[in-house]
């Protein structure tokens, strides 16, 4: 069984900086690709940015500049560096893991519980 743990939302000043930490766990053969993605309620689930294993990044053009993807692939963990943080950031944020846990598998999307990132006065 595979898990996604987020940790390091919370509440911080606009012009603040936090850190998005996931790491996956459980029976896993590789990770293609993993990345953040937000959501506000009713609204569709938003690309933030993805790393791919090779370490190939791609950035929701409302963040580049502002936030900096990055993995740990011996920890299957990846990073989300987000500065000069604003208030249209506020959002739940997901981890996103497209893995295999057999070599004969295909790749399949996973998904973390989602940490809240608020950003207020």
């Known amino acids: 069984q595979v898990q996604l743990v987020e940790s390091g939302g919370g509440l911080v000043q606009p012009g603040g900086s936090l850190r998005l930490s996931c790491a996956a766990s459980?029976?896993?053969?590789?990770?293609?690709?993993m990345g953040w993605y937000r959501q506000a309620p009713g609204e569709q689930r938003e690309l933030v940015a993805r790393?791919?294993?090779?370490?190939?990044?791609n950035y929701a053009d409302s963040v580049k500049g502002r936030f900096t993807i990055s993995r740990d692939n011996a920890k299957n963990t990846v990073y989300l560096q987000m500065n000069s943080l604003k208030p249209e950031d506020t959002f739940v944020y997901y981890c996103?893991?497209?893995?295999?846990?057999?070599?004969?598998?295909?790749?399949?999307?996973?998904w973390g519980q989602g940490t809240q990132v608020t950003v207020s006065p």
């Open positions: 459980g029976s896993i053969f590789s990770i293609y690709a």
């Open positions: 790393i791919t294993s090779a370490g190939r990044t």
């Open positions: 996103l893991a497209r893995l295999r846990i057999e070599i004969t598998d295909p790749y399949s999307d996973y």
